[in-house]
């Protein structure tokens, strides 16, 4: 298969470094607020990537970094005068139960930055030896003159380093250089978390977290590297500078691999700019369910605008594959006789485990040869999923124009698919649209007593009013 590496800007062909085991790592959050919906975009994004990888026969061991030491969650603990290390828990514990709800759960290891400050010194101290880092009275900076090649992700040079993203300070060398350990012994940094050092008590910066994370982990070289486009420049780079360094092994990864971002009105969703929708508002309006769909139907590098009415869209999509798997169900139900009696015995996962047994490759219905042959070259190629979701709408199309009497084997392969689909893009088609909860339960025996109530006191044209309203909404009722 292939895939696209922002390194070469090549669809490459997909080789692991190691048989068939694949080692990915992902920028994780800056833990200082509730995680929104473009970050939901691009984990969204590299869970379905996993789940195809691991779909195709790969062993991924995917790690992801939780940056949960830094001047946003600082400043933020300091403007609701809390602990910034239980501000930091509190949103961690957030982003990973936001994640659950859109059914992320593909991350193997989460490494907070703060459990491993030790690695971090360790990485340091040996890039310092190494002359690529030097100590000055604020902290430890990494010498971007002496990486040559540095900038070779973003294919910018060292002169367009972004300036403004790294402190004004005298004491570095270059203005470019970046900050490695930050040293926060001066009084006007009273109160915030430092950890001790060979080069004073400070905190660790930004892009040295990930190296010595991924270094302990995974060692210094690995297959895939991913994170929002926005990272690119100058934070991968860094990244590749530091670890190329300190290893003297290049390079550092395989694939690069880049979300497009989640845009309102043309511009990134961000918390700076407060444009933004977190995934927990997002939520109360739409299910897990439909916002996967509306993020896999843009392919993961290019952007997506948010509107509702694309939101519409993809929950409309999610009920109509639902509707096409529960036809298929009832095209099975009476089939199942002579030797697929048993099937209709089995609960509903020991179902799918059976479904392996009718293999859509096998089949001779040539639409779903057609059609899942589509599906898998679309996800091959750089894990289009708009092309291979279309595939599934064409499918769908071409089935019911078909309109054929199909073989209990070809309905149980088209089933198969369709839980294989669901496997791949996070989205269960095969579970049954959600029924009525508890409390809905509740309130429609609350409606139910006070139409029998105005019924007993003759008074129809209300209760027929209720009825009518229930019916409108879908809610069969019987007198
Ligand atoms: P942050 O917590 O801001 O460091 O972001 C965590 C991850 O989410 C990074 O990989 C970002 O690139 C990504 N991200 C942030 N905002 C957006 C957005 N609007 N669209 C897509 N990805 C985003």
Excluded at 16 to 45: E, M, Q, W
Excluded at 288 to 317: C, M, W
Aim: net charge negative; aromatic share 12%; charged share 30%.
């Amino acid at each position: 298969m292939k895939i696209y590496s922002t390194m070469s800007r090549e669809k490459e062909d997909l080789k692991s470094l190691f048989k068939d085991k694949i080692k990915l790592f992902v920028c994780g959050p800056t833990v200082y607020d509730n995680a929104h919906i473009g970050h939901g975009r691009t984990y969204i994004s590299f869970d379905t990537i996993k789940r195809y990888l691991e779909f195709k026969g790969y062993s991924v061991f995917y790690l992801q970094n939780i940056t949960d030491i830094d001047d946003k969650i600082i400043n933020r603990a300091k403007e609701r005068d809390v602990d910034s290390k239980l501000l930091a828990k509190k949103f961690e514990k957030r982003f990973i139960e936001d994640m659950a709800e859109l059914n992320v759960k593909s991350v193997n290891y989460f490494a907070r930055a703060t459990d491993h400050i030790d690695e971090i010194i360790d990485q340091i101290q040996r890039l310092i030896d190494k002359g690529f880092a030097y100590v000055t009275e604020t902290g430890v900076y990494f010498e971007v003159a002496k990486k040559g090649d540095f900038g070779k992700l973003a294919n910018r040079n060292i002169d367009e380093l972004e300036t403004h993203r790294i402190n004004v300070d005298s004491s570095k060398k270059s203005p470019n250089d970046f900050a490695l350990w930050k040293n926060r012994e001066a009084p006007e940094y009273a109160g915030e978390p430092v950890w001790p050092s060979p080069w004073g008590a400070g905190r660790p910066g930004w892009h040295i977290e990930d190296t010595a994370i991924t270094e302990k982990y995974f060692g210094p070289q690995y297959d895939i590297h991913g994170g929002g486009l926005d990272l690119i420049f100058p934070h991968h780079d860094a990244e590749i500078a530091q670890m190329e360094a300190v290893s003297g092994k290049e390079p550092l990864v395989q694939y690069w691999m880049h979300t497009g971002f989640l845009n309102v009105n043309g511009e990134k969703m961000s918390k700076s700019l407060g444009n933004f929708i977190t995934i927990r508002d997002l939520l109360e309006k739409y299910s897990g369910e439909t916002f996967r769909l509306f993020v896999l139907a843009t392919h993961y590098r290019s952007p997506i605008d948010f509107s509702e009415v694309s939101l519409h869209q993809a929950e409309k999509n999610v009920a109509r594959i639902k509707n096409f798997v529960e036809v298929i169900d009832e095209k099975i139900a009476p089939k199942l006789t002579g030797d697929y009696a048993y099937l209709a015995d089995l609960s509903d996962s020991e179902v799918r485990e059976e479904l392996l047994k009718f293999d859509y490759n096998e089949t001779d219905y040539a639409t779903l040869k057609e059609y899942t042959t589509d599906f898998f070259e679309s996800m091959d190629d750089d894990f289009s999923t708009p092309k291979a979701i279309a595939a599934v709408f064409s499918f769908i199309k071409q089935f019911n124009k078909d309109d054929e009497d199909l073989a209990i084997e070809d309905l149980l392969a088209i089933k198969h698919w369709f839980a294989d689909i669901s496997q791949i893009l996070g989205i269960d088609f095969l579970a049954k649209e959600e029924s009525a909860s508890g409390n809905d339960e509740e309130l429609l025996n609350i409606i139910a007593d006070v139409r029998s109530k105005l019924r007993a006191e003759k008074q129809y044209d209300l209760s027929d009013e209720i009825r009518d309203k229930l019916v409108e909404l879908g809610i069969e009722v019987s007198d």
